[in-house]
C-alpha cells in the first residue's frame, strides 16, 4: 500500500464554493500529478509537478489550479464550482530517477457539485 | 494518436475460473506497459509493468505478456476470487517526452461471482 494520502474522500458542495482537495505522501517523491476520472472512462492529467515550484497543466483542460510549496504536498483548488467539475479526483506521485517510473496513486477524491 | 484500447469492457465469470483481458496499443515510441488494478471508489494499484524486452512478467495469480511487434499485451487471472472484482487498467507510457507521458486505457470491469 502506498503512502499517498487524500482528503476529503467524499465531498458535496453547492455551485460557486471554494475547494481545496489535499494529496499528501509520505515517500519523498518529486513528482507528483492530478488526474480526472469519470465513470467508466480513463484517466486524464490534469496537472503535474516536477519537484517544490514547479507546476505545469495536464492534457485535460482544467480550470482548477495547484501549488507546490512543500514536496509531500500538492493541493488542487478550484475557486469556484460548477456541476461540470463533478468527478472522481486522483492523485498520485512517482520517484525521480526510477527506471519504472510507477506511479502510486491515492484513494481518491469523489466530488459531487450540486 | 497515440492510443490504448481495451477489451472486453466488462466481464463476469464464476469464482475459481480464469480469464484473459487484453490491451491493444498504438503508443511510439513505445517505454512500458503497466496493468493496474482499480478497486470501486480506490486509486489503481500496480500490478506488473513489462519493457520493450520482456514477454512475460508474473504477480501471484496474474500473469501478464506482451507482444512489443503486435502492440499487444494480455493479462490472464488464474483461479480467480471474489476480491478479483475490479476494473484492469492498462497504460502505456511513451519515451518520446521528457514527462515519460502515460496513455490510459478505459478499463475492463471485472466481476467475480460466487
Known amino acids: 500500500e502506498a503512502d499517498i494520502y487524500q482528503t476529503p474522500r467524499y465531498l458535496v458542495i453547492g455551485t460557486g464554493k471554494k475547494i481545496t482537495l489535499e494529496c499528501s505522501q509520505t515517500?519523498?517523491?518529486?513528482?507528483m500529478y492530478w488526474y480526472q476520472q469519470d465513470p467508466g472512462m480513463e484517466l486524464h492529467l490534469i496537472h503535474y509537478?516536477?519537484?517544490?515550484?514547479?507546476?505545469e497543466k495536464g492534457d485535460l483542460s482544467s480550470e482548477s489550479t495547484v501549488s507546490r510549496i512543500r514536496t509531500e504536498h500538492f493541493p488542487l483548488t478550484l475557486e469556484s464550482a460548477r456541476p461540470s467539475h463533478t468527478s472522481q479526483y486522483l492523485c498520485?506521485?512517482?520517484?525521480?530517477?526510477?527506471?519504472?517510473?510507477?506511479?502510486?496513486f491515492g484513494p481518491g477524491t469523489r466530488l459531487t457539485v450540486l | 494518436k497515440n492510443q490504448v484500447e481495451q477489451s472486453p469492457q466488462s466481464l463476469i465469470i464464476l469464482e475459481g475460473k480464469n480469464c484473459t483481458l487484453q490491451?491493444?496499443?498504438?503508443?511510439?515510441?513505445?517505454?512500458?506497459l503497466r496493468w493496474y488494478k482499480q478497486d470501486t471508489g480506490r486509486g489503481p494499484v500496480s500490478l506488473t509493468i513489462m519493457t520493450f524486452s520482456e514477454n512475460t512478467k508474473s504477480n501471484g495469480r496474474y500473469t501478464a505478456t506482451l507482444d512489443a511487434d503486435t502492440k499487444q499485451s494480455s493479462l490472464h487471472i488464474t483461479a480467480s476470487q471474489l476480491s478479483d472484482s475490479a476494473s484492469y487498467i492498462c497504460?502505456?507510457?511513451?519515451?518520446?517526452?521528457?514527462?515519460?507521458?502515460?496513455?490510459f486505457g478505459r478499463g475492463t470491469q471485472l466481476t467475480v461471482w460466487p
Open positions: 497504460v502505456v507510457t511513451d519515451r518520446g517526452s521528457t514527462l515519460g507521458r502515460l496513455y
Open positions: 515517500m519523498g517523491h518529486d513528482k
Open positions: 509537478s516536477y519537484g517544490v515550484n514547479s507546476t
Open positions: 498520485a506521485s512517482s520517484e525521480s530517477g526510477s527506471s519504472t517510473d510507477t506511479q502510486y
Open positions: 490491451c491493444n496499443y498504438t503508443v511510439s515510441p513505445f517505454s512500458n
